[in-house]
């Protein structure tokens, strides 16, 4: 049984790093993609970064590059987005993600293509 397990979150101030963790298990998942999406109340999820599976190439949305940098362990299992210079507009619940097979480039951002997500984490980033 696949399970994503997803121990960071916090509150922070604007300009503060945060680093994110999301642990998986079940199966192997080097040639799985894995991503993080957030949500905000009322609003669909949104695609924040992704990495290929295979040894892929890492995507990241226009809205957190340069400042949000995600990387993979597939020896350990494990994803991470490391959260620099956040902002208020990043507080949302953040979530890993991961499929059984992999998407194509154009899909890799579409919440729906994904088999399977962590519980969620708040990220609060205060004025």
């Known amino acids: 049984q696949v399970q994503l397990v997803e121990p960071g979150g916090g509150l922070v101030q604007a300009g503060a790093s945060l680093r994110l963790s999301c642990a998986a298990s079940?199966?192997?998942?080097?040639?799985?993609?894995m991503a993080w999406f957030r949500q905000t109340p009322g609003k669909e999820r949104e695609f924040v970064a992704a990495?290929?599976?295979?040894?892929?190439?890492?995507h990241h949305a226009d809205s957190v590059k340069g400042r949000f940098s995600m990387s993979r362990d597939n020896a350990k299992n494990t994803m991470h987005l490391q959260m620099n210079s956040l902002r208020p507009e990043d507080t949302a619940v953040y979530y890993c993600?991961?499929?059984?097979?992999?998407?194509?480039?154009?899909?890799?951002?579409?919440?729906?293509?994904?088999?399977?997500w962590g519980q969620g984490i708040q990220v609060t980033v205060s004025t």
């Open positions: 079940g199966r192997t998942f080097r040639m799985s993609d």
């Open positions: 990495i290929r599976g295979g040894g892929g190439t890492t």
């Open positions: 993600a991961t499929n059984n097979n992999r998407l194509i480039l154009s899909r890799l951002r579409v919440a729906k293509k994904y088999d399977y």
